[in-house]
């Protein structure tokens, strides 16, 4: 039986089955290990290697690809790098970095609070990859049936990356610099708010890159930030120019026709 049709099986099952939690377990069975001799020994955790070794062990998304598992300096956040999967959609992207996320989670005694999944694209003319980042409480509730599927999976974002992309050069890939910025970028989506322009994507994609930050990845974080205030500074000029253009544009009487008094 071929990947796809393997995926295509899975993700009808985890969509259509009332019990997730049941689902769960089954697709990771195989990831269930115990902590080998030589564990880091921050928090208990297993080393990058173990973790590594076990996601291309248990083939946890059955397409037997290779990993890499890198912590963040905190040991809070732990970046697992895999492979893009070709004629994968968003919601395969999703479930993929749930299943990772639950067996690396799983390794570390669930004490990890969250994974990040970079889906890196292996042809030169799609550069980039795609992020997803799973916290604990994803993973529980889809697990515990506290939210449905679809529910759960229309809350996780995906974050393209493009490396080619150069950074505005006001937004550096520093901590401070971006933790400014956020406060700024908040202030521009809460005017627009007062404003009643819709702002909920503006709300996702600020979540996006308080998400990607708390990986340490501040490139990338420094990266969505600085598309978010694009398309804010994008909607900002639109609005102005609807409130400036009566002024500018005074409607004149059609020819031939008496004014109205």
Do not use: W
Not at 158 to 174: A, N, Y
Not at 179 to 185: F, P
């Amino acid at each position: 039986m071929s990947y796809k049709t393997k995926a295509a099986i899975v993700l009808i099952a985890l969509l259509a089955s009332p019990s997730t939690s049941v689902l769960l377990q089954k697709a990771g069975a195989e990831s269930q290990t115990t902590q080998t001799p030589g564990a880091a020994k921050i928090n208990n955790f297993p080393s990058e290697k173990e973790i590594t070794a076990q996601l291309e062990r248990s083939n946890v998304l059955n397409n037997h690809a290779s990993f890499s598992a890198k912590f963040n300096s905190e040991m809070s956040a732990l970046t697992v790098s895999t492979a893009m999967i070709e004629g994968s959609t968003p919601k395969d992207y999703k479930i993929s970095a749930l299943l990772v996320a639950r067996t690396a989670m799983k390794m570390c005694g669930n004490k990890l609070p969250r994974v990040r999944v970079d889906f890196k694209s292996t042809h030169r003319d799609q550069p980039g990859f795609r992020s997803v980042v799973i916290r604990a409480g994803d993973v529980v509730a889809f697990a515990s049936k506290l939210e449905s599927p679809d529910v759960l999976l229309d809350s996780i974002n995906i974050v393209i990356i493009d490396p080619k992309v150069k950074l505005s050069t006001k937004i550096r890939p520093t901590k401070t610099a971006i933790d400014d910025a956020l406060k700024q970028t908040k202030g521009k989506i809460a005017d627009l708010d007062r404003r009643r322009v819709g702002v909920k994507v503006f709300q996702t994609m600020y979540s996006e890159v308080v998400e990607l930050e708390k990986t340490r990845d501040f490139r990338a974080a420094a990266q969505q930030l600085a598309n978010l205030n694009q398309h804010l500074n994008e909607q900002e000029s639109y609005i102005d120019s609807l409130h400036k253009a009566p002024l500018r544009h005074k409607r004149k009487a059609p020819a031939n026709v008496p004014p109205k008094h």
